[in-house]
């Protein structure tokens, strides 16, 4: 629950127990973005929706994104150590929330030993991240190093969906029927709340918090 806002008309009692619970620094790591890019040799603009870094000491430097250039959507991981040799294929493994891990095969980019992609499995992916509420990732590099990161997934449906809108593709079934529970429906939800059931459940964020950290 690392996010700037939780509700509008609040108590500053409220507020304090919020920041209590989500210190500044975690508010603003957490959060995926939709932005759009200009290749430069193609001088074509493509979209991106971009995974916020992990944790720092507790994961490897990965930041995943999903990317639709010239109405192709892609998944591309993009690593700051080594991954395997230029071109070269090595498989992904992601698990959401606490469903069974996946497998994908993915290719580094000709000009890059760290960052790969893959247009196969795109949808696939995408799909299963607009179900869940965190994705940890698992890559086995060419030197036989084990990378992995976590992601949290809350606010990442929005630029997901605007990249799959750019490239002109739908919403799956199963996205459309298992929406995963996010920010939005935690306010809708919690302006239901009485003041004395609000003070509860931000006591029981704060306890998460900490025991987290």
């Known amino acids: 629950m690392k996010h700037s806002r939780f509700f509008g008309n609040s108590t500053p009692a409220i507020m304090l127990t919020l920041l209590i619970a989500c210190p500044f620094n975690a508010l603003a790591d957490n959060i995926w973005s939709y932005h759009q890019e200009t290749d430069r040799l193609?001088?074509?603009?493509?979209?991106?929706?971009?995974?916020?870094?992990?944790?720092?000491?507790?994961?490897?430097n990965m930041r995943l994104g999903i990317v639709c250039k010239e109405n192709k959507l892609q998944v591309v991981i993009d690593a700051e150590n080594l991954i395997t040799s230029q071109g070269s294929s090595f498989d992904?493994?992601?698990?959401?929330?606490?469903?069974?891990?996946?497998?994908?095969?993915?290719?580094?980019?000709?000009?890059?030993?760290?960052?790969?992609?893959?247009?196969?499995?795109?949808?696939?992916?995408?799909?299963?991240l607009l179900t869940?509420?965190?994705?940890?990732?698992?890559?086995?590099?060419?030197?036989?190093?084990?990378?992995?990161?976590?992601?949290?997934?809350?606010?990442?449906?929005?630029?997901?969906?605007?990249?799959?809108?750019?490239?002109?593709?739908?919403?799956?079934?199963?996205?459309?029927?298992?929406?995963a529970y996010n920010l939005t429906k935690f306010e809708q939800e919690f302006s239901k709340l009485s003041l004395e059931q609000q003070q509860q459940v931000l006591a029981k964020i704060e306890k998460i918090m900490m025991e987290i950290q």
């Open 42 to 60: 193609t001088n074509r603009t493509y979209s991106i929706a971009q995974s916020p870094m992990p944790r720092r000491g507790l994961y490897d």
């Open 92 to 128: 992904l493994e992601y698990q959401i929330d606490e469903k069974a891990p996946v497998t994908i095969q993915m290719k580094t980019f000709p000009d890059s030993k760290r960052k790969g992609y893959s247009d196969e499995f795109a949808k696939r992916m995408t799909d299963d």
């Open 132 to 179: 869940g509420q965190a994705i940890f990732i698992r890559i086995k590099t060419m030197i036989k190093k084990v990378l992995s990161s976590s992601f949290s997934l809350d606010n990442a449906a929005e630029p997901i969906k605007h990249v799959i809108a750019d490239c002109g593709l739908s919403l799956s079934d199963k996205v459309i029927s298992e929406p």
